[in-house]
């Protein structure tokens, strides 16, 4: 029955500070909460893979970039390198409005792959595993 509604994560990069959560499966977080959604495939890992991440934008949101930097209604949400630690090109991700369905999801460390990059993009209401939780 746990399995049913539940599931744990591991986030093994430093792109958040906790490494642990409860992933409560089929909860659509909000602005500031984290969400779990599987990774649609590309770069460094697997389709499916579960990343774990902030909501920053959501549905009706305006995202906009000066430069590198990215901002979400104004706010500013990170700024986007041009390389990758490898050396790769990190193609910008999308600006404009949040269509419905849409969120747009980040995280403070400057090496995470989050929406900032084309990579990421905006993850869709489909990708949404649930709301994650931090546990440690």
Not at 63 to 89: C, H
Not at 109 to 118: E, K, M, Q, V, W
Not at 124 to 135: D, E, F, K, V, Y
């Amino acid at each position: 029955l746990f399995q049913a509604h539940y599931a744990f994560g591991l986030n093994v990069s430093p792109s958040l500070p906790q490494r642990f959560f409860l992933i409560h499966k089929g909860e659509l977080p909000l602005r500031g909460q984290y969400v779990a959604f599987r990774w649609a495939g590309g770069g460094p890992y697997p389709a499916g893979v579960t990343f774990i991440k902030e909501i920053a934008g959501m549905s009706g949101d305006v995202v906009t970039q000066v430069d590198r930097d990215y901002f979400v209604n104004g706010q500013p949400v990170g700024r986007a390198k041009p390389l990758s630690r490898q050396g790769l090109t990190l193609e910008l991700g999308p600006t404009g409005t949040l269509p419905d369905g849409a969120y747009y999801v980040r995280s403070p460390h400057p090496d995470s792959l989050d929406s900032r990059y084309g990579l990421t993009g905006w993850v869709s209401q489909a990708q949404i595993i649930g709301r994650a939780h931090a546990l440690f």
